[in-house]
């Protein structure tokens, strides 16, 4: 059941949407590799003037961000992207301007946390079986205090010498079906959604398109996670492809007919967007380098502001 308490409103000003408008990005406190600090300045200097901070599974890189984002100007709202389970399949849910001092959001990135250490010490006890001694260690030590994850481990095995990028350290050892895939009992996609709102935040199903499902499951996901109480869909990640994007809003409109049919409870997905940048050496997800396509309403509507006021 979707939690009742309301999204909360920052009270944006119409210059936070003067410029670009990114919603999805990545620091050191996850598996970035800007620091907080750094990720905002160089979100200024793309002209972002709205930017989300949205590490996996953590805030522990808002309150820098935030002191960075007030000396450059930049309006930034407090994020997360959680993990979460739908079925056997993994997906992510952003949460947009969280509460991060809330119960419900400190809970859920707890539970995590845990999820999280047990499965580096299997992905490590599994590298180590292989010969990659030290798996573990190497990891954490370019996680430093942030959340370690499977990224870690492929910066580690590059650093080590044991492959030459991290696309083939997925391709070999970290990706679906090898050894250092372990299956973890994620928290349910409802279950997400509600962490997020009772921590006053909007629920935005991330990058619907890097889940590999076809059609007719993606409109089962986004249907599942409207009626859960989602607030918005990524209908732009990084850089895509046109048909895509009117792929993912046809799939958009038409989560919205079905719910008005059956009268399940439920509002209409709005649009999100995000460059899900990690790196600055990966210009197809470049900082501020994404843009929604005309017509959609925005996620931004939720929140009171200058430029745009809640119908």
């Not at 889940?211 to 249907?223: D, E």
């Not at 895509?244 to 399940?264: F, N, Y």
Request: charge should be neutral.
């Amino acid at each position: 059941m979707a939690s009742e308490i309301p999204i909360a409103r920052p009270g944006l000003t119409a210059q936070a949407l003067a410029g670009q408008v990114d919603l999805h990005c990545h620091s050191t406190a996850s598996d970035g590799i800007l620091s907080p600090a750094a990720l905002v300045s160089r979100a200024k200097s793309a002209g972002v003037t709205l930017l989300a901070l949205t590490d996996h599974d953590t805030v522990a890189g808002v309150a820098e961000a935030r002191e960075e984002a007030c000396r450059h100007g930049v309006s930034l709202l407090p994020g997360i992207e959680l993990t979460a389970r739908w079925g056997r399949r993994v997906v992510h849910v952003v949460g947009l301007n969280v509460d991060c001092e809330a119960t419900a959001l400190k809970r859920a990135i707890l539970e995590r946390d845990g999820l999280r250490h047990t499965r580096a010490l299997q992905i490590a006890e599994r590298l180590e079986k292989r010969g990659f001694a030290g798996a573990y260690e190497g990891a954490r030590a370019l996680a430093g205090p942030g959340v370690i994850g499977r990224p870690h481990f492929a910066r580690w095995m590059v650093e080590e010498g044991h492959v030459t990028d991290t696309a083939k350290a997925f391709k070999r050892y970290l990706g679906a079906g090898k050894i250092g895939d372990v299956a973890v009992p994620w928290p349910e996609v409802g279950d997400t959604v509600d962490s997020i709102r009772a921590s006053r935040g909007a629920a935005v199903l991330a990058h619907p398109l890097k889940y590999g499902l076809t059609r007719t499951r993606l409109q089962a996901l986004l249907v599942d996670f409207q009626r859960a109480g989602g607030d918005a869909v990524e209908v732009v990640c990084g850089q895509q492809n046109p048909v895509q994007t009117r792929e993912i809003l046809s799939l958009v409109e038409r989560v919205a007919a079905l719910s008005g049919q059956d009268g399940r409870p439920g509002s209409p997905l709005l649009a999100s967007l995000g460059s899900d940048f990690h790196q600055p050496d990966q210009p197809w997800r470049a900082l501020g380098c994404v843009r929604l396509p005309a017509g959609v309403e925005p996620v931004w509507n939720l929140w009171q502001t200058g430029a745009i006021q809640v119908q």
